[in-house]
């Protein structure tokens, strides 16, 4: 069976999926189903980063296959434009 995304890349988004979703929880959350979707918001916006950045190529913060930068960025402004949406 062929990963779409490689197991070691997997850990490193869920673990920093869950730090980002808890500290936008922490920040704007009001209930536990706010942090259920912050942390789903923050995976989307990591595995976005896989595919949005080796087409800008800013190797600058990648850490194996994973590119920190660009997954941080869209993972924190998909949380945003999910508490701005949910009001």
């Known amino acids: 069976m062929a990963w779409l995304i490689p197991p070691p890349a997997l850990a490193i988004i869920l673990l920093l999926s869950i730090i980002y979703g808890a500290l ?9 189903q706010d942090l259920a979707i912050s942390i789903f918001a923050a995976m989307i916006g990591m595995a976005l980063g896989l595919l949005v950045g080796p087409f800008l190529g800013f190797d600058l913060l ?13 993972a924190w402004v998909l949380m945003l434009a999910v508490a701005w949406l949910k009001g």
């Open 24 to 32: 936008f929880h922490l920040w704007r959350g009001r209930n536990w």
């Open 62 to 74: 990648k850490m194996g296959q994973v590119y920190l930068l660009e997954g941080t960025i869209l």
